[in-house]
T-cell receptor, first 111, second 112 residues
Framework: DADVTQTPRNRITKTGKRIMLECSQT?????MYWYRQDPGLGLRLIYY???????NKGEISDGYSVSRQAQAKFSLSLESAIPNQTALYFC??????????FGPGTRLTVL | GENVEQHPSTLSVQEGDSAVIKCTYS??????FPWYKQELGKRPQLIID?????GEKKDQRIAVTLNKTAKHFSLHITETQPEDSAVYFC???????????FGPGTSLSVIP
């Protein structure tokens, strides 16, 4: 089945380390998104991309960067992780003017 | 930019009763309002959405209403069942950009 996958699913890292979260999709969607989820704050948009050559900042992009390596791949990087970046991270995809489909999430803990 | 508020933050209902979750938005240009359900430990999944050219949409036990003048929209779940227990997120945005802003979520508990 066409799906959205994320790796790793869980990651524990230390303050100051660089970390990359990866997202792949087989849905054939053009648009991809990265969100973080914190209790009581809902889903906040970090970055989004409408095609391979398009990258846009979301609500909370500071401390994060992204790379759209191909239509099916969108990676999120934390250049120097800090404890308040501990959260659940979701990748999502959509067709043009379509609803978003979410990946299973990556639980990141920064010690 | 868009700001979406959601109430209540937690809601408990008896099985069989109805549940209502309300959201407000700030950007009058928003014309697309999806609702997502997130069960414990799982990913958010779209359950219903409404666009600004309609005031109400139904899908079995779920309905959404939209009041563009007042900038608010609501989710109604009738005949609630234990499997309706989850966190529900409303969101608002524009279909031209597919970028939506999410509300903080409502944790719904259906008590058997």
């Amino acid at each position: 089945d066409a799906d959205v996958t994320q790796t790793p699913r869980n990651r524990i890292t230390k303050t100051g380390k660089r970390i990359m979260l990866e997202c792949s999709q087989t849905k054939g969607h053009d648009r991809m998104y990265w969100y973080r989820q914190d209790p009581g704050l809902g889903l906040r948009l970090i970055y989004y991309s409408f095609d391979v050559k398009d990258i846009n900042k979301g609500e909370i992009s500071d401390g994060y960067s992204v790379s759209r390596q191909a239509q099916a791949k969108f990676s999120l990087s934390l250049e120097s992780a800090i404890p308040n970046q501990t959260a659940l991270y979701f990748c999502a995809t959509s067709r043009t003017r379509g609803s978003q489909y979410f990946g299973p999430g990556t639980r990141l803990t920064v010690l | 930019g868009e700001n979406v508020e959601q109430h209540p933050s937690t809601l408990s209902v008896q099985e069989g009763d109805s549940a209502v979750i309300k959201c407000t938005y700030s950007d009058s240009a928003s014309n697309y309002f999806p609702w997502y359900k997130q069960e414990l430990g799982k990913r958010p999944q779209l359950i219903i959405d409404i666009r600004s050219n309609v005031g109400e949409k139904k899908d079995q036990r779920i309905a959404v209403t939209l009041n563009k003048t007042a900038k608010h929209f609501s989710l109604h779940i009738t005949e609630t069942q234990p499997e309706d227990s989850a966190v529900y997120f409303c969101a608002g945005g524009t279909t031209s950009y597919d970028k939506v802003i999410f509300g903080p979520g409502t944790s719904l508990s259906v008590i058997p």
